[in-house]
């Protein structure tokens, strides 16, 4: 896995170890993480890149890591996953991001995630992507709507309690 895609400002390809101390940093930002249970450990991050890599293995479509074309900065990841949790509209393809807190705000995230939907559809044949976040994340979801996703339903997330904060998610779908 290398080089993905490209669009104006973006380069999406594989994790190379080059970019695994900026993805940990990443992870361990609490503002960054604000949205999920807890900011990562280096090696929860680790194992994560892991998992990028064998998903990619596996099935052929990944996270991929996003760079600054200009001077290949690492600036975060969007791509593919499939979930690892049971709900209503798994099993399905979900695409995700995370961006370094300074890179927000200028629209890489539905800059790469758009460069990503017309290669699912285009290369991958993908019918159909999902997203999903926590109803308070507005930031992330304001990209889904920005992608053109239609707003499907709030669902609990199966691996947190359901008095957690985070427990009421916001489903969104897009058809290719």
Same mark, same amino acid.
């Given at each position: 896995?290398?080089?993905?895609? =490209?669009?104006? /400002?973006?380069?999406? /390809?594989? +994790?190379?170890?080059?970019?695994?101390? !900026?993805? &940990?940093?990443?992870?361990?930002?609490?503002? &960054?993480?604000?949205?999920?249970?807890?900011?990562?450990?280096?090696?929860?991050?680790?194992?994560? #890149?892991? /998992?990028?890599?064998?998903?990619?293995?596996?099935?052929?479509?990944?996270?991929?890591?996003?760079?600054?074309?200009?001077?290949?900065?690492?600036?975060?990841?969007?791509? +593919?996953?499939?979930?690892?949790?049971?709900?209503?509209?798994?099993?399905?393809?979900? #695409?995700?991001?995370?961006?370094?807190?300074?890179?927000?705000?200028?629209?890489?995230?539905?800059?790469?995630?758009?460069?990503?939907? =017309?290669?699912?559809?285009?290369?991958?044949?993908? =019918?159909?992507?999902?997203?999903?976040? !926590?109803?308070?994340?507005?930031?992330?979801?304001?990209?889904?709507?920005?992608?053109?996703?239609?707003?499907?339903?709030?669902?609990?997330?199966?691996?947190?309690?359901?008095?957690?904060?985070?427990?009421?998610? &916001?489903?969104? &779908? #897009?058809?290719?």
């Amino acid at each position: 896995m290398a080089l993905i895609l =490209k669009t104006e /400002r973006l380069v999406l /390809r594989s +994790f190379d170890p080059a970019f695994y101390d !900026s993805f &940990v940093a990443m992870n361990k930002e609490e503002e &960054v993480m604000k949205y999920f249970p807890a900011p990562l450990s280096k090696e929860e991050s680790l194992q994560f #890149i892991d /998992r990028i890599n064998n998903h990619y293995k596996d099935v052929g479509f990944s996270l991929y890591a996003v760079l600054l074309a200009s001077n290949n900065t690492f600036l975060g990841f969007t791509g +593919f996953m499939t979930p690892s949790f049971d709900a209503f509209f798994t099993p399905c393809i979900e #695409i995700g991001w995370r961006f370094k807190k300074e890179y927000w705000g200028n629209g890489y995230a539905t800059e790469a995630a758009t460069a990503c939907l =017309k290669y699912a559809k285009e290369q991958l044949g993908l =019918k159909e992507v999902f997203s999903f976040t !926590s109803i308070h994340n507005k930031k992330s979801e304001a990209v889904m709507q920005k992608l053109g996703m239609q707003r499907q339903e709030n669902f609990e997330h199966p691996k947190l309690d359901k008095t957690h904060w985070l427990c009421a998610h &916001v489903l969104y &779908v #897009i058809q290719l």
